[in-house]
């Protein structure tokens, strides 16, 4: 399981697994759960999303600027983070604490 948080939603920022969370979430398939903390800073507008094998829906990974500078300076070792876009749709449900 892994929770994010965001203050908004998922329309306004997506969340990211880094590419050990990516590894362990598909290496653990439909046992593993991310859960999307939406508008966290607001206590009565916060929604929980629960994203079964999040790896299986991801449709597009994207690289970080850190990922731009390591290029530019040719390190051939690179600490990358995955970006995984749910479509739209995924099979989640929302819910209100």
Not at 34 to 62: C, K, M, W
Not at 72 to 94: E, H, V
């Amino acid at each position: 399981m892994e929770v994010k948080a965001v203050t908004g939603s998922l329309r306004d920022r997506s969340v990211g697994l880094s590419h050990t969370q990516f590894k362990y979430a598909r290496h653990q398939g439909s046992t593993f759960w991310l859960y999307v903390v939406e508008q966290a800073s607001n206590p009565d507008g916060i929604r929980v999303l629960h994203i079964q094998d999040p790896a299986t829906h991801a449709r597009t990974f994207t690289f970080d600027h850190g990922c731009a500078a390591s290029y530019r300076q040719g390190q051939a070792d690179l600490d990358l983070t995955y970006m995984a876009y749910i479509s739209s749709n995924c099979n989640f449900a929302p819910t209100r604490p």
